[in-house]
């Protein structure tokens, strides 16, 4: 019994010698293999148990499991070690110094697009607007009828329309169907709203205009509404938008549901009024159209024409980003380019 157990112990100094002079993984593997594997010394070692007395067979299969345990566990920290020093190499051959601290990771932020209608929210909240929603998807008698456009009325022609299969039911093609819901909630109460939002209009994609854009609709009604409140609402607007001292003008115009009606235009931001495609190379740039309520449609969203007036005005959300931020072509905002994003 002492002869096996001796030469037990003296495999496992060999083992664990020959171990510590493995250098890489695929050495411990082998060495593995050679002592503990299935044809392995200590396995070979371990059949003449069979030869022991029944006495001597518990005492020397014990320690015989002892010098495996130990084995094991020296083969375990010794790879450990190794795979240390490896990724300690392969940093070294990478030139890399784990000292150094770490790159900064790219955070997201607002899209320009957002950051535009935020701002302009919060400008014309100062102003004692509140903001209402209203939904994308309407019925023809809120995006059209109730604003004054009449079944065969031409203005419907400028507003390229999305249909859905259910009759009647299309996609906004502005924001100003929310005027009546509005209206409808709050009649006769006097309001102030804005109303931002999607809207979709079935256009050629171009350097000017999108099929998908963003718009934001303000409406103010009450007793004794002139013009000259939408004025000065408007340059107000302008300058805590643009700064002071932007050129401005008000141009007539025409829409069915505002009349008067009018365009406001500011010099070209992008081209300092020389001209550029943007602003068609006349050095302006039309950022909203406006003008006063009409009363069909004060009298179809519960106001009395009679007794109340008030003044209504869109305008793209994109447009205002564009000229905030010196970007030339409204494509851009919607190109999931990484470049642009970050850089507006």
């Avoid at 000259?228 to 805590?240: I, P, V």
Wanted: with cysteine; charged share 25%; net charge negative.
């Amino acid at each position: 019994m002492s002869d096996l157990i001796a030469q037990l112990e003296q495999l496992q100094v060999e083992a664990q010698a020959a171990l510590m002079a493995a250098q890489t993984t695929p050495e411990t593997e082998t060495w593995y293999t050679d002592f503990l594997g299935r044809k392995g010394r200590l396995t070979a070692m371990l059949r003449g148990l069979g030869q022991l007395s029944k006495e001597e067979r518990p005492l020397v299969g014990k320690r015989a499991n002892e010098i495996k345990e130990a084995l094991e566990a020296a083969l375990a920290a010794r790879q450990e070690a190794i795979a240390a020093d490896e990724m300690q190499r392969t940093l070294a051959a990478e030139g890399i110094d784990v000292t150094l601290p770490g790159r900064r990771p790219q955070v997201g932020k607002l899209h320009p697009t957002n950051q535009a209608m935020r701002e302009m929210v919060e400008i014309l909240k100062q102003m004692g607007f509140q903001v209402f929603d209203s939904p994308e998807v309407e019925t023809d008698a809120y995006n059209f009828e109730l604003l004054n456009f009449p079944p065969d009325h031409p203005a419907r022609e400028m507003q390229d329309t999305f249909f859905t299969t259910t009759p009647d039911v299309i996609l906004r093609t502005h924001t100003s169907p929310g005027q009546l819901h509005a209206m409808r909630q709050y009649a006769p109460e006097p309001i102030r709203v804005i109303l931002p939002g999607k809207c979709y209009r079935n256009e050629d994609v171009t350097a000017r205009s999108e099929m998908m854009f963003y718009q934001i609709e303000g409406l103010a009604i009450g007793r004794n509404i002139t013009f000259s409140d939408l004025k000065g609402t408007l340059l107000n607007f302008a300058n805590q938008m643009y700064g002071e001292g932007r050129k401005i003008r008000f141009r007539k115009s025409y829409f069915p549901f505002t009349e008067p009606s009018v365009e406001f235009d500011v010099d070209c931001i992008l081209c300092g009024g020389a001209g550029c495609r943007i602003c068609k190379h006349t050095g302006w740039l039309e950022i909203l159209g406006a003008g006063m309520v009409h009363p069909i449609v004060l009298k179809n969203g519960g106001y009395d024409p009679a007794v109340f007036s008030g003044f209504a005005f869109g305008m793209g959300i994109e447009r205002q980003a564009m000229l905030k931020r010196g970007v030339d072509d409204i494509r851009l905002f919607y190109s999931n380019d990484v470049r642009f994003l970050a850089r507006v």
